[in-house]
């Protein structure tokens, strides 16, 4: 078993996954193309709705099984991000896949029957496990958004038919929604009343996505991915400057403690303990490392006079006993 330290973080970059929702229009697309290196898997064939300048490498599966047999480490070598666009058509094309798999996946109708939901489900989840953990790729997953009614209030939710929308959320970094505000587009990684999200890393819940026009870079998830992974490596200096801080104050209670030999070296090991600034779990270490050496030296504390004594002994405790 390879155990790894939290320092190690810090000279590794971790890749992202993010689902992004939104309205049609609302330039989804775009932003995830804005992603390091890109290859976008535009099963919505939309690919032309992109202003040209922002296009980038793309394939048009017509079936899962030409998608599994294009995702490849040699074929992307080139790519450090897989742009599913959109996911809501993914899963459809899952969905003929599962049903050409075995009759049990689908009904008359055409729709999926539950073990078939579980079936695409349990696939999303692998194809996400290979560009992610197989293929070392971010992955970006876009969705369309629908308007529902819950509790007499508006909200948003995700594009997607059937149980499989209680599986996509789950491998993800970071989920948002992508909304109009005013003339400015907001994207919203926190929960909300009228969105789930998913937002981590230190990154700013809500965050304002840049107007582009031909001469404007679109970069916005390059930079975000960039600001986690430094915020990560800043947490991972934090943890180890913490770690460090930890072990010398353990030194020196260490020796604080293997000071107390008698009554006196005692009293004055309690008040040297008295004035350690504590880190983490330092306080509580201390004071059951206190506590072992008291009975390894036969002492306890009186607290009617605040002071130390020997334990008396089982014989001596048994003739009180008998003389009370």
Not at 124 to 148: D, G, P, R, S
Not at 175 to 195: P, S
Not at 276 to 282: A, C
Request: proline share 4%.
């Amino acid at each position: 078993m390879a155990i790894k330290q939290p320092y190690e973080l810090m000279t590794i970059d971790k890749k992202i996954r993010i689902l992004i929702a939104g309205f049609p229009g609302i330039c989804k697309t775009t932003l995830g193309l804005s992603a390091p290196k890109p290859l976008l898997i535009d099963t919505d064939r939309g690919i032309d709705r992109v202003m040209a300048v922002h296009r980038k490498p793309f394939i048009q599966p017509d079936s899962y099984e030409e998608l599994l047999r294009d995702l490849t480490v040699e074929n992307l070598t080139d790519f450090e991000t897989l742009v599913f666009d959109t996911g809501g058509q993914l899963l459809k094309l899952m969905a003929e896949w599962a049903k050409r798999a075995s009759p049990a996946n689908g009904q008359k109708d055409g729709t999926l029957t539950k073990k078939g939901y579980g079936v695409i489900g349990k696939g999303f989840e692998n194809l996400m496990n290979k560009a992610y953990y197989q293929l070392n790729k971010n992955v970006v997953v876009i969705f369309h958004a629908k308007e529902v009614t819950e509790d007499e209030k508006t909200k948003l939710r995700i594009l997607v038919e059937g149980q499989t929308k209680d599986t996509v959320y789950q491998p993800m970094d970071l989920a948002g929604f992508i909304d109009m505000q005013g003339n400015r587009r907001i994207v919203e990684f926190g929960n909300t009343e009228r969105h789930f999200g998913k937002c981590c890393h230190g990154i700013s819940p809500k965050m304002e996505i840049p107007q582009l026009n031909e001469d404007t870079p679109n970069d916005f998830l390059t930079n975000l991915f960039r600001q986690i992974n430094e915020n990560i490596r800043k947490e991972a200096e934090l943890c180890e400057r913490s770690n460090a801080e930890y072990s010398a104050v353990m030194a020196v209670i260490t020796k604080i403690i293997d000071s107390m030999t008698d009554i006196k070296t005692v009293k004055k090991a309690a008040e040297n303990l008295k004035n350690i600034n504590h880190v983490k779990t330092s306080l509580t270490e201390s004071q059951l490392l206190f506590r072992k050496k008291l009975d390894e030296l036969n002492l306890k504390y009186n607290k009617e006079t605040g002071d130390y004594n020997v334990k008396p002994s089982k014989t001596e405790t048994a003739d009180n006993s008998q003389s009370a």
